[in-house]
């Protein structure tokens, strides 16, 4: 079934009329009650219909900590069972987007424009998530717009092979570049022993800083664990009440750069504190239950991934960073301070071939690579060892476009901050950076 097109335009048309809630009034003022009953209501069955779509793909509530009567018990025995569960699901997501659609005529401030925007968002992805698990078929882009409400752009080789270019000059030795990167960066690795201390220090400079600027509950908890056999390299399990399993995957050498980068993604001011500032803002404060559950293949994953990205760049501006590594981490993991910089240096090139993986999962998905070519490439242009190439090309088996929410949501959260921050100012960014991290927000909303 090659549908997508069709249906695409068919959800652009929902769309539209979908926009018509934000022209109504102002930022403040407060809520319309007679609109929160009406979407409370919309909300309540939104979280019924995303766990029940659960049990068709056990990878798509990624979290869930609403009450548990709402769970489903719909003992799926056979496919028809199961195809009779997708269309009861399809039919629900209509009658949701047309009672949301009822709504449209309501006067909105921002707070409840942002929520009525996000639910419809959501919603629409469902719509694209029931029709793929029936078979259908999206192009990588249709997919991602349909699930992530994005496209990445697309990038030739030429643009790679110039960032691949100014690695070659810098590298030590001689020969392939992704092989001296892979030699070079052995000196980097933390040892196995040391990998806990160093997390720790990490994840306690992240938390540090981020509450110097973001009011936490004073009971947001977390825990570490170390796992393998994973096809990803941490995770971030939130289970409700400020509390979060932040899980690392030791299948792969781990290098130095990665303490900070895990503990800020899943951690502070990542994936952790993201869940918290909205459970606690819209789940406790306003009663918002659509925010109990978190449906991984939606538009919501692309703020959370991007946020947990650049969340890097705001506790660490600057030069801030390095000076940290060199002081703490780099001494912690017993590698030697001096080689911070050049580093730091050649992971600021490699960082730069990051939408080379977008070109792997969409040339790969729609079929015009095989799994040795997807391989090849991930080798050559994001300069990967074999073994990571073939964790990667597992990762887009598994999550699909789901990987264009790292680098372009990073993207699209870094040019939202830096287009409204004004003078570049700490203040103003760190507020903006928030409430991204604490009001429902849409890819495409984010202007
Ligand atoms: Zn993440």
Redesign the pocket.
């Known amino acids: 079934m090659k549908l997508g097109s069709l249906f695409l335009n068919g959800l652009l048309l929902i769309l539209l009329a979908s926009i018509l809630l934000s022209s109504c009034s102002g930022n403040s003022g407060s809520l319309n009650k007679e609109l929160e009953s009406k979407m409370n209501n919309i909300s309540e069955n939104y979280v019924k219909l995303v766990l029940k779509i659960g049990e068709l793909d056990s990878d798509y509530v990624d979290a869930y900590y609403g009450p548990k009567d709402w769970q489903p018990h719909d003992n799926l025995k056979t496919p028809e069972d199961s195809t009779s569960l997708r269309n009861f699901c399809n039919a629900e997501t209509d009658s949701l987007l047309n009672a949301l659609d009822a709504l449209k005529n309501f006067k909105a401030n921002e707070i409840e424009t942002l929520r009525y925007r996000f639910l419809y968002k959501q919603l629409l992805a469902v719509k694209a998530k029931i029709f793929l698990l029936g078979g259908g078929t999206f192009s990588f882009d249709e997919e991602s717009k349909a699930l992530y409400d994005a496209v990445a752009p697309t990038y030739t080789k030429k643009h790679f092979q110039n960032i691949i270019d100014e690695l070659n000059n810098i590298l030590p030795g001689n020969g392939n570049v992704d092989n001296r990167l892979e030699e070079y960066r052995k000196s980097f690795i933390i040892p196995k022993e040391k990998l806990d201390t160093v997390f720790n220090a990490a994840i306690a400079e992240c938390k540090k800083k981020t509450l110097d600027y973001i009011k936490l509950p004073a009971n947001e908890n977390f825990k570490l664990e170390y796992v393998t056999n994973k096809p990803w390299n ?3 399990w939130y289970k409700g009440n400020y509390f979060s399993e932040i899980q690392i995957n030791t299948d792969m050498p781990i290098y130095i750069d990665r303490a900070i980068d895990l503990a800020a ?2 951690g502070y001011p ?2 952790h504190v993201y869940n918290t500032l909205l459970e606690e803002n819209l789940v406790k404060k306003n009663g918002w239950m659509e925010f109990t559950v978190y449906p991984l293949f939606s538009p919501q994953s692309l703020i ?2 991007g946020t ?1 990205n650049f969340g890097i760049d705001m506790i660490f501006p600057g030069n801030s960073r390095v000076e940290f590594e060199k002081n703490i981490l780099f001494p912690l993991a017993g590698l030697n301070p001096k080689d911070a910089d050049k580093y730091y240096e050649v992971r600021k090139l490699v960082d730069e071939l990051r939408y080379s993986g977008n070109e792997a999962a969409r040339n790969y998905l729609d079929g015009k690579w095989n799994e040795s070519e997807t391989i090849d490439w991930l080798m050559k242009y994001s300069l990967m060892s074999k073994d990571k190439a073939v964790q990667r090309l597992k990762f887009i088996e598994k999550y699909r476009s789901y990987v264009i929410n ?1 680098n372009l949501g990073q993207d699209l959260i870094k040019n939202y901050i830096e287009h409204n921050d004004g003078a570049n100012n700490q203040a103003k960014k760190w507020s903006l950076f928030t409430k991204l991290l604490s009001t429902p927000q849409t890819p495409s909303g984010l202007k």
């Open positions: 941490g995770y971030n993604h899943e990542g994936h959370a991934e947990a790292y």
